[in-house]
């Protein structure tokens, strides 16, 4: 199998030191579109898609590996051991930061440091912990989307998004939610919105910055404070930004707190 294809990965960038970028759930690379060209000139930025997702390789999709993020997080070594990275500054969107904590437990050394934006260790609400959601409002959206892929995607995407001014962009979410293969994007839900990532964050010991929105139906506040409190080297940023895609609603934010840490 060649990686590079099976991910549609894309190299740009002037620079030596690697960004690896990873999109979240229903969407693909390109949702990077506002942020990547802000460190071209001083790193080399390496935009990939998950299989199933963009251009990947559909053939390269087996349900048996991608129930679980740990298939995700496979692909995303492949990726860098292809390329011989090292140093890496991963930028993680939603679940896809979960990937990054899991890629990173493998691999400490060739980590450099996490950028997670929007992250979730776990969006079912379990005593204490504050995920967003109870367990029988993920299996009604689980439900939901299993019943009416088109319709889940076309109500939740302006939801997530949470910027009513900017149309365009619950367009574009609902679009891209629309582009995935129905069967792909449900068990890929799955996945995202049934695993609890919470008993991995102790023991990562990259240096991470966690960006959590001011509002974010998501991940709310409180999932970024948990993180944080977990992580033995993190740093927490709320960013003024509401909704769940800061890259896409307030990149000159996003870019300026990115760059405040790196």
Same mark, same amino acid.
């Given at each position: 199998? +060649?990686?590079?294809? %099976?991910?549609?990965?894309?190299?740009? !960038?002037? *620079?030596?030191?690697?960004?690896?970028?990873?999109?979240?759930? !229903? @969407?693909? #690379?390109?949702?990077?579109?506002?942020?990547?060209?802000?460190?071209?000139?001083?790193?080399?930025?390496?935009?990939? /898609?998950?299989?199933?997702?963009?251009?990947?390789?559909?053939?390269?999709?087996?349900?048996?590996?991608?129930?679980?993020?740990?298939?995700?997080? #496979? +692909?995303?070594?492949?990726?860098?051991?292809?390329?011989?990275?090292?140093?890496?500054?991963?930028? *993680?969107?939603?679940?896809?930061?979960?990937?990054?904590?899991?890629?990173? =437990?493998?691999?400490?050394?060739?980590?450099?440091?996490?950028?997670?934006?929007?992250?979730?260790?776990?969006?079912? /609400?379990?005593?204490?912990?504050?995920?967003?959601?109870? %367990?029988?409002?993920?299996? =009604?959206?689980?439900?939901?989307?299993?019943?009416?892929?088109? *319709?889940?995607?076309?109500?939740?995407?302006?939801?997530?998004?949470?910027?009513?001014?900017?149309?365009?962009?619950?367009?574009?979410?609902?679009?891209?939610? @629309?582009?995935?293969?129905?069967?792909?994007?449900?068990?890929?839900?799955?996945? $995202?919105?049934?695993? /609890?990532?919470?008993?991995?964050?102790?023991?990562?010991? $990259?240096?991470?910055?966690?960006? #959590?929105?001011?509002?974010?139906?998501?991940?709310?506040?409180?999932? *970024?404070?948990?993180?944080?409190?977990?992580?033995?080297?993190?740093?927490?940023?709320?960013?003024?930004?509401? !909704?769940?895609?800061?890259?896409?609603?307030?990149?000159?934010? $996003?870019?300026?707190?990115?760059? !405040?840490?790196?």
């Amino acid at each position: 199998m +060649d990686v590079l294809k %099976r991910n549609n990965v894309v190299i740009k !960038g002037k *620079g030596t030191s690697p960004m690896l970028f990873a999109h979240g759930f !229903g @969407c693909d #690379q390109n949702m990077w579109r506002f942020i990547t060209p802000a460190f071209e000139d001083s790193h080399k930025i390496i935009l990939f /898609d998950h299989v199933g997702a963009g251009k990947s390789d559909l053939t390269a999709y087996h349900p048996e590996k991608y129930k679980e993020l740990d298939g995700y997080a #496979q +692909d995303i070594m492949e990726i860098i051991n292809e390329l011989n990275l090292v140093d890496i500054i991963f930028v *993680g969107h939603s679940v896809s930061a979960m990937m990054g904590i899991l890629s990173a =437990e493998q691999a400490p050394n060739l980590f450099k440091t996490l950028i997670l934006v929007s992250p979730s260790s776990s969006y079912i /609400d379990d005593k204490d912990y504050i995920g967003g959601f109870s %367990r029988n409002e993920i299996d =009604e959206l689980l439900e939901s989307l299993d019943t009416n892929h088109m *319709g889940w995607s076309m109500t939740m995407a302006p939801l997530i998004m949470a910027n009513p001014d900017k149309t365009e962009l619950g367009e574009e979410l609902t679009n891209s939610f @629309c582009r995935t293969d129905p069967t792909i994007a449900k068990q890929f839900a799955r996945a $995202t919105f049934l695993t /609890d990532s919470r008993s991995i964050l102790h023991s990562c010991i $990259t240096p991470a910055l966690i960006l #959590q929105c001011s509002n974010d139906i998501i991940a709310p506040v409180e999932v *970024g404070e948990y993180i944080h409190k977990q992580m033995v080297d993190s740093k927490l940023v709320i960013l003024d930004a509401t !909704g769940h895609c800061p890259h896409l609603s307030a990149p000159e934010e $996003t870019i300026s707190a990115m760059k !405040g840490y790196v």
